[in-house]
Each structure stands twice: as structure tokens, then as C-alpha cells.
């Protein structure tokens, strides 16, 4: 699986940006997909999740009612729509999805596959 993320940038406090990941080698259906965030100094942090195979989804409390995870109808691209962005949502994003069972990885937050990060900077 190769996953393509893009769609980071500098934003003002306050505004919005959605990040894509596209992905390719096995369909979305089987996999369950996630972003992650990682700031400067900090551990790499559990952002929301998405269920292949029944499209239910799962977000951070720290970005409940901000962001949303989605997929396209072909099933190959993931998004994080990001609203209301605070200066503490400021890092570099990373998609990724793993192979598991979708209550496994809630649990473990274990993924199998990485793309490059893509930065997020909110300004104030």
C-alpha cells in the first residue's frame, strides 16, 4: 500500500484546510485509515480514523466538532477536513492505514503503512 498525502499550507487562526491521501496497491474497503499529527517536540498524536469496510468514523476529542475524516465514493482517496484551526493544531500530518480489524486498531492505534507527512501551520 502507498499512501500520498497532500494539502498542508500556512492558514490564519481560525480558517480551514483538507488534507487528501490518496491511496493505492489495495482498496480503501479493507483498510482502516487514520491521520496522525507529530509537533515540534511533541509525540506523534492520534487525530481520527476511518472504517474501509463500514465507513464509521472515529476523531480525537482535541479536534471533535473541528475535523472530519472522509473518503471519496471511489474509495481510493482519504481527506481530514480541517475547520475553526488553532495554533496548537500546527504540525506536519501524516495519513497512514493498517490492515487489522477496525476495533484492533482503534485499540493498538497500530498502523501498517505511512505516507510523508504534510505540514500544517496555523497562524495567529
Known amino acids: 500500500v502507498q499512501l500520498q498525502a497532500c494539502g498542508g499550507g500556512l492558514v490564519q487562526a481560525g480558517g480551514s484546510l483538507r488534507l487528501s491521501c490518496a491511496a493505492s496497491?489495495?482498496?480503501?474497503?479493507?483498510?482502516?485509515m487514520g491521520w496522525f499529527r507529530q509537533a515540534p517536540g511533541k509525540e506523534r498524536e492520534f487525530v481520527a480514523a476511518?472504517?474501509?469496510?463500514?465507513?464509521?468514523?472515529y476523531h480525537a476529542d482535541s479536534v471533535t466538532g473541528r475535523f472530519t475524516i472522509s473518503r471519496d465514493n471511489a474509495k481510493t482517496t482519504v481527506y481530514l477536513q480541517m475547520n475553526s484551526l488553532k495554533r496548537e493544531d500546527t504540525a506536519v500530518y501524516y495519513c497512514?492505514?493498517?490492515?487489522?480489524?477496525?476495533?484492533?486498531?482503534?485499540?493498538?492505534?497500530?498502523?501498517?503503512?505511512w505516507g510523508q507527512g504534510t505540514q500544517v501551520t496555523v497562524s495567529s
Open positions: 497512514a492505514a493498517s490492515t487489522r480489524s477496525t476495533l484492533e486498531t482503534l485499540r493498538s492505534r497500530k498502523f501498517d503503512y
Open positions: 476511518l472504517s474501509g469496510s463500514s465507513g464509521s468514523t
Open positions: 496497491g489495495r482498496t480503501l474497503s479493507s483498510l482502516v
